[in-house]
């Protein structure tokens, strides 16, 4: 079945310091979603990209959709500590219109 | 606007007891949908319904049964509580891509669920 790959798994920063998570599909996608999720909080819809090679940006987060559809990246300028959570990407499995699969996280958290 | 309501937020259970969580969405969504979420393994999807009436398995279906009996609610119930279903349970709501939704998920509190 569809994979959706995350990594890293895990990254540590000190405030400041950029960030960014990767996303791989075993195959193609029609869009991918990122969610954040606060520690002990539940996952919240941050952004969805369509297009091949899009490029959306929200104040300090960059999202990237690649341009064979299969890859997405989400970055972080200057983190703070607000940023800290766990970031998740999903994409429709296996071309349904109703089902994600998402993918395993990014825990991020930051040293102030 | 409540969103999506789960209840309860916290449980715990002996091995072989059983229970049932409740999923309350009042944004009109047809879709509805149960994970669990347990550490480095991320969202696995459970059960979930694309409409009242209609229910449908996920990744991770056994041990659990659910229900949609009226659009707004769906139950996940467990018949004989295992301790490998201690975890974290979401359920989400959204809109069908038909309807411009683009299958945004909106999730729930989460319901912390320990089985000794």
């Known amino acids: 079945g569809q994979q959706v790959m995350q990594i890293p798994q895990y990254q540590h920063v000190q405030e400041g310091e950029d960030f960014t998570t990767y996303c791989n599909s075993s195959?193609?996608?029609?869009?991918i979603q990122w969610y954040k999720q606060r520690p002990g909080g539940h996952p919240v819809f941050l952004i969805q990209?369509?297009?091949?090679?899009e490029v959306k940006k929200q104040k300090r987060l960059t999202f990237q959709f690649g341009e064979a559809k299969k890859n997405s990246s989400l970055h972080i300028t200057a983190t703070q500590t607000t940023d800290v959570g766990t970031y998740f990407c999903?994409?429709?499995?296996?071309?349904?219109?109703?089902?994600?699969?998402f993918g395993k996280g990014t825990l991020l958290t930051v040293n102030p | 606007n409540a969103g999506v309501t789960q209840t309860p937020k916290f449980r715990v259970l002996k091995t072989g007891q059983s229970m049932t969580l409740l999923c309350a969405q009042d944004?009109?969504?047809?879709?509805m949908y149960w994970y669990r979420q347990d550490p480095g393994m991320g969202l696995r999807l459970i059960h979930y319904?694309?409409?009242?009436?209609?229910?449908a398995k996920g990744e991770v279906p056994d041990g659990y049964n659910v229900s949609r009996l009226k659009k707004q609610n769906f139950l996940l119930g467990l018949e004989s509580a295992a301790p490998s279903q201690t975890s974290v349970y979401f359920c989400?709501?959204?809109?069908?891509?038909?309807?411009?939704?683009?299958?945004?998920?909106?999730f729930g509190a989460g319901t912390r669920l320990s089985v000794l």
């Open positions: 319904s694309v409409g009242e009436g209609t229910t």
């Open positions: 999903a994409g429709p499995d296996g071309g349904s219109n109703y089902k994600l699969t």
């Open positions: 989400a709501s959204s809109f069908p891509p038909a309807r411009g939704g683009k299958n945004i998920q909106y």
């Open positions: 195959t193609t996608l029609s869009n």
């Open positions: 990209l369509v297009k091949s090679g």
């Open positions: 944004m009109n969504h047809e879709y």
